[in-house]
């Protein structure tokens, strides 16, 4: 089986990456979901990997990458 079918497609723009990229070749966005990390409050820093579909870690409750890019939003309250 080709292993390029079985990578998710980018989240914004759907160009399926090569096994190696990090980053979208079509439009830049990050193709893993992982915390930011970003106001750098973990001494040792999450970089765990979430759902494509979490606006915030899973693990430490901080941002997303895909929350930073705007790819995702946080689900409102019901």
Request: with cysteine.
């Amino acid at each position: 089986m080709n292993k390029k079918a079985q990578l998710d497609p980018c989240i914004r723009c759907h160009k399926i990456p090569e096994e190696t990229d990090r980053f979208c070749t079509g439009c830049g966005a990050p193709l893993q979901n992982r915390c930011s990390d970003e106001p750098g409050l973990l001494k040792k820093g999450c970089t765990h990997l979430n759902p494509r579909s979490a606006a915030y870690c899973s693990k430490c409750g901080l941002p997303t990458t895909f929350k930073l890019y705007g790819l995702v939003e946080a689900q409102p309250r019901k």
